[in-house]
């Protein structure tokens, strides 16, 4: 049976990479849709209400005063390049600078309404015959899995195997090995291989099967990521920034178990690529999402073959 999906990742927030991952099911003709995580945004735009009843807000460094009817314009501009806006009084403003926990929890909130706003653009975007298979990545929060579980359009696959057709299934584990960030989905490779080898005991038929793991297997190039610093700068070495393998080892030794059709990943936005372990066509897309610029891979399988495989970028 042939079947054509396009995967990609790491959106971080940005509608403009989002609308057109929507739009290539019809300019592609594809039967499905695979987003392996890392949805959600990373910064704020409060938009602060004067006494006159206009608006304060800042974007990309600009001081702007806003009118009523300007504000659903500005909130769909800072949504495009994956900031995430907010209305709020001089008072509240106040609160979210100096209060840290207020600051997240309403961060948290805010990100749970964009992906709501997300899915609601899917109905006019994607044929009723495509799937859509979504499972978060490391930096999503856990509130927002009932709302991708809730929505009647999106299959959610986080540590489960989704059937993409009658003959392929897709098995999702979005969790990532340690980071110096501190993201809300890591563990240590040892907690990350009992949970794919959890996942996979699911899988009907592995040589069919396609992986879509965010972390891509450490040492294959799909996972050189720059080095950082104590305080998280990027390590520059003669004029030439530092990278190291950040992939994971559980990740590769699954991979190398069970050898998959193909395996999916991201997480590394620097290392966009294809390469072999064993029989598995491992794929990273890479990100761009701050540019808006869109990256995945048009896939198409059939049997236990991939029969069309096409880096997108636009």
Same mark, same amino acid.
């Given at each position: 049976m042939r079947t054509r999906f396009m995967f990609t990742t790491d959106l971080h927030g940005s509608e403009t990479c989002w609308r057109k991952f929507l739009n290539s099911a019809k300019?592609?003709?594809?039967?499905?849709?695979?987003?392996s995580g890392d949805m959600t945004?990373?910064?704020? =735009?409060?938009?602060?209400?004067r006494a006159d009843g206009?608006?304060?807000?800042?974007?990309?460094?600009?001081?702007?005063?806003?009118?009523?009817?300007?504000?659903?314009?500005?909130?769909?501009?800072?949504? /495009?390049?994956?900031?995430?806006?907010?209305?709020?009084?001089?008072?509240?403003?106040?609160?979210?600078?100096?209060?840290?926990?207020?600051?997240?929890?309403?961060?948290?909130?805010?990100?749970?309404?964009? =992906?709501?706003?997300w899915l609601g653009l899917i109905k006019d975007r994607v044929p009723d015959h495509v799937k859509i298979i979504i499972s978060p990545g490391n930096d999503d929060k856990f509130s927002i899995d009932d709302i991708l579980r809730n929505d009647k359009r999106v299959n959610f696959g986080e540590e489960e195997v989704i059937r993409l057709d009658e003959e392929h299934e897709v098995m999702?584990? *979005?969790?990532?090995?340690?980071?110096?960030?501190?993201s809300p989905r890591e563990c240590s490779?040892?907690?990350?291989?009992?949970? /794919?080898?959890?996942?996979?005991?699911?899988?009907?038929?592995?040589?069919?099967?396609?992986?879509?793991?965010?972390?891509?297997p450490k040492f294959t190039h799909l996972d050189d990521a720059p080095m950082v610093d104590k305080d998280l700068r990027p390590v520059?070495?003669?004029?030439?920034? =530092?990278t190291?393998?950040?992939?994971?080892?559980?990740?590769?030794?699954?991979?190398?178990?069970?050898?998959?059709?193909?395996s999916l990943h991201g997480h590394i936005h620097e290392s966009p690529g294809a390469t072999k372990i064993g029989r598995t066509q491992c794929l990273n897309p *890479?990100?761009?999402?701050?540019?808006?610029?869109?990256?995945?891979? /048009?896939?198409?399988?059939?049997?236990?073959?991939?029969?069309?495989?096409?880096?997108?970028?636009?």
């Open positions: 300019m592609f003709n594809l039967d499905a849709l695979v987003m945004g990373k910064l704020m =735009v409060p938009i602060i209400k206009r608006w304060d807000a800042t974007f990309l460094g600009k001081d702007e005063i806003l009118e009523e009817q300007d504000i659903p314009e500005f909130e769909k501009k800072c949504r /495009l390049i994956s900031y995430i806006p907010y209305r709020c009084d001089r008072e509240e403003a106040r609160l979210i600078a100096s209060n840290e926990q207020y600051r997240e929890d309403l961060f948290e909130r805010q990100e749970g309404e964009i =992906v709501k706003v999702c584990v *979005g969790w990532a090995n340690r980071t110096p960030f501190d490779e040892e907690e990350l291989e009992q949970k /794919l080898e959890a996942t996979a005991a699911k899988v009907l038929n592995v040589k069919t099967s396609i992986f879509c793991l965010h972390v891509p520059v070495q003669g004029g030439r920034m =530092v190291i393998p950040a992939g994971s080892t559980a990740v590769r030794k699954i991979i190398q178990k069970y050898q998959p059709l193909a *890479g990100s761009e999402y701050s540019e808006g610029i869109f990256k995945g891979y /048009l896939v198409e399988v059939t049997g236990d073959k991939i029969t069309k495989l096409q880096r997108v970028e636009a």
